[in-house]
């Protein structure tokens, strides 16, 4: 960059010009903040680099809005680069289109109502897969054959540290190249055959969602760290008692053949592709967790304790104390970009893993950590059994269909169906939808491959329209290696040996594309002073609404979420939606 400061505010005059003078150009923006935390406002941005091609040409620029080292541009270039982004009637392109606009937001520029595109939301439509990190540098690579950011030791070392000691100078060329891929990215996605053959209507809803989630962001969500603190110590405490009654930390993945295998007796479900040894990653434990439940044993009960309190500390209590802001609301972060089957994810942290109210010491009161402001309450919408009642309208299975329209219990009806208990039915029918086969449900129950085999068959048997339906899918993957989800948006599948998973794509997907509406509809018809969403947890959607008009607000959002076939389109789902509203914590005396 051979700019001097002297020229950099004319540079920029004219630049904004062009722009000014091109009215609904396609201009790419990039920020650079101080950090992370711009919806607080703990964070600020700092810098605004833009990327365009006006009447053929090229244009890039990097505006320093507020460098605490060296030079900013003059008030009236920062006026009118707010002027052309906020009126100018362009379309924009960012890399993380929540994180630009609220850090564009930090120097009082307003853009959420441009119409714009988020780069990896793109890529995730086109295609989840690949590649598997939809960043700026994962996508350059991929997409345009480009080494993507540019590297440089001493800028990393300085955004770390809110580039506190860097000047526009030192940040010019790195800030414009991402614009730039930002750009080029953008261009070439948008001719892509797998981007036109996606229903028009999909990126609108996309761009809507994105703006719900901003909202949600800002106004983040109360937490009482004084109880997380006290759950804290008292987990500490307790896993340290138990590692002592048991004289083995059962964190350790070593220690944990000696408790599971040799003391317990439990079987080996994986072993270690490195060393052979048993492995007790993840997937292991899921399996070992479910085994634990039904062993009624001294050291399997210690062993749950334990890890219930490790898991409740390390991903509830003590994230929940060291991310809140000052303001004492916690904002975490929603990606629509995080999971295969379109899912939205969360992390920073991670409030999809918020267990429900129990009697479980380790994480029974972690909902009691989130609070409503005062003079309003916290209100969870939770959809019921969303994923069954959409696989029950695909696959048309009469007989469940006539369950839900008359409002029955469903997994007391199945039961008696399938002659099981009604725990075991719910956890088969959740395990079935999953695609699970044979070993799964030996894991799910403890039962032989041979009685396992009979339980799959019973399921199938009793209702043969999810056979089918479940066939289709597996066929429809194994021929084409995709399926198409209700909304339009197709799930791939690079394996098609995993085409068992179809079916579960199809109403995974389906769900999360039917809860996502749902958030726009009930955004634009209730957030106001009276009612705001807080939190998206899979298929709950959790509202802040004030004291006095609770009752009123608890049938309208009832009555926006049961109506699933109004933000369907074309598609009609023939079967009757349930969602239960109610306290985020159960009210107590009447409460």
Known sequence: MTLHFDDINEESRRVLQVLYDNPGSVVAVDTEATGLNVASGKDVCIGVSIAAVVNDTPLAHYFPTGHLAGESVASDVGEKLKYVLESGGHTLLFVNAQFDILSLETIAIHVEHNEF?????????????????????????????????????????????????????????????????????????????????????????????????????????????????????????????????????????????????????????????????????????????????????????????????????????????????????????????????????????????????????????????????????????????????LATAYANEEELQKVFNEGRDIFTEMSKQLGMSRHDTKTLVYSMQYGAGEQRIMDAFGVTKQEAKQIRQNYFTTYPDFRRFNERCTAKVEETGRIKIWSGRERHFENRNEAYKAMNSVIQGGAADIVERIMVRCFKELEGPDCRMLLQVHDSITFEVKESVVPQYIEKIRTLMEDVNAVTGDVDFDVRFAVEVDYWVPQEDGK
Not at 117 to 125: G, S
Not at 162 to 182: H, P
Not at 195 to 215: C, F, G
Request: glycine share 6%.
């Open 117 to 389: 595109y988020d780069i990896p939301t793109m890529a995730h439509l086109i295609n989840e897969n690949k590649p598997y990190n939809k960043g700026l540098d994962s996508l350059a690579q991929f997409y345009l054959k480009d080494p993507g950011k540019l590297k440089d030791p001493e800028l990393d070392k300085e955004k770390k540290t809110g580039w506190a000691n860097t000047t526009w100078q030192q940040m010019w060329e790195y800030a414009v190249k991402d614009a730039e891929l930002t750009w080029r990215l953008w261009s070439l996605l948008r001719t892509m055959q797998q981007w036109k053959d996606l229903p028009q209507e999909i990126w609108p809803h996309k761009q809507d969602l994105i703006r719900v989630l901003l909202s949600m962001k800002r106004n983040g969500v109360r937490i009482d760290v004084q109880l997380a603190q006290k759950y804290v110590g008292l987990g500490e405490q307790e896993m340290a008692r138990i590692e002592k009654e048991l004289g083995i930390n059962p964190a350790s993945p070593k220690q944990m053949k000696k408790l599971l295998i040799d003391d317990l007796g439990l079987p080996v479900v994986k072993n270690s592709k490195l060393t052979g040894a048993p492995s007790f990653d993840k997937q292991a434990m899921l399996a070992y967790d479910s085994m634990l439940e039904k062993l009624e044993n001294p050291v399997a009960k210690h062993i749950k304790e334990f890890r219930g309190w490790q898991k409740a500390v390390s991903a509830a209590y003590r994230p929940y104390i060291d991310l809140v802001d000052m303001d004492g609301r916690l904002r975490c972060s929603y990606r629509l970009h995080g999971t295969a089957t379109g899912r939205l994810s969360c992390a920073e942290p991670n409030l999809q893993q918020i267990p429900k109210a129990s009697d479980k010491p380790w994480n029974g009161k972690v909902k009691e950590c989130f609070i409503a402001q005062d003079g309003y309450v916290l209100l969870n919408a939770d959809f019921s059994q969303l994923e069954l009642r």
